[in-house]
């Protein structure tokens, strides 16, 4: 059930990072923290849900999330009201191998044998 549940959150996050991403800048949420912590922040917990979720896939989900950080930069290209920057996709690349290493520790800790 704790699986199930965590691949739905980071299913549901990464959704609705996408959306926030694409969506014009008027109906963006207000930033809790400075913007590039906040980037990095929303990566990071989505790629740890990720790396959690499918724990023998640690390297493709980091992968996969990295490059999808950027990837969803480029679609700013897309949206006239968006302006896509290097800088911004280095920030989420960033928080996404930060939450890779953090999911991979967990996992780490989680699953060692313990002793009866």
Known sequence: ????????????????????TMSPIGLRPDDIFSVDLDRALAFMVVVMLFV????????????????GACFIELLQFLSPTRHPRMEDA???????????????????????????
């Open 52 to 67: 959690l979720s499918y724990p023998r896939h640690f390297l493709v989900c980091a992968l996969l999330l990295v490059a």
């Open 1 to 20: 059930m704790t699986d199930r549940l965590i691949k739905c959150a980071a299913w549901s996050v990464f959704a609705a990072i996408v959306a926030v």
């Open 90 to 116: 280095l920030v989420k690349a960033a928080g996404a191998a930060t939450g890779a290493l953090a999911g991979w520790i967990i996992n780490r800790l989680r699953h060692r044998p313990t002793l009866a």
